[in-house]
């Protein structure tokens, strides 16, 4: 599990959103609150959702620290543990992507219903945009087909609460 916080300033605007912490993507250990109001977020990789409404678990010890990240001494600390589910169907989508007819064609499982086809010209975006074209009912998928362009475009199936 990877765990990132999102920070809001004063005017309640992100500043970094998804920013890794507590060891994440070789971010340190032990995190520093900046006074602001700050929310976290986890990542888990879809093969470790192994069974629906799986419990997901994340356990913290805080504590007033000197700067180094040391504990002071005379002040309290405690030790809070996070719960959560995960979804309530393992979700782990059959897609593809083919070119046919001059087109491109987007595909994945029909049972799996809150899927949006989602689309960025970069990866190194962090603002994806769903495609608005409906899926259809295609050889057993669901399927959206996508009018090709000159530009590169990377496709994502999100999953919508």
């Not at 500043?15 to 986890?42: C, E, L, V």
């Not at 990789?45 to 409404?53: D, G, N, T």
Request: no cysteine; hydrophobic share 35%; aromatic share 12%.
């Amino acid at each position: 599990m990877k765990t990132y916080f999102i920070n809001e300033d004063v005017t309640g605007d992100p500043g970094s959103p998804y920013t890794p912490i507590f060891g994440t993507d070789g971010s340190p250990a032990k995190w520093r609150w900046d006074g602001f109001m700050d929310h976290n977020a986890y990542a888990v990789e879809l093969k470790q959702i192994v069974s629906s409404r799986q419990l997901f678990t994340a356990t913290y010890h805080l504590y007033i620290g000197d700067a180094d990240g040391n504990p002071v001494a005379g002040y309290g600390d405690t030790t809070t543990t996070w719960r959560w589910q995960g979804p309530t169907v393992v979700v782990v989508p059959t897609s593809g992507i083919a070119w046919t007819n001059s087109q491109i064609v987007v595909y994945w499982k029909p049972t799996i219903t809150n899927l949006t086809l989602m689309s960025v010209d970069s990866l190194s975006q962090t603002h994806w945009v769903a495609i608005t074209n409906k899926p259809a009912l295609s050889n057993g998928n669901a399927t959206v087909i996508i009018e090709p362009s000159r530009a590169v475009k990377f496709f994502r199936l999100q999953l919508n609460p």
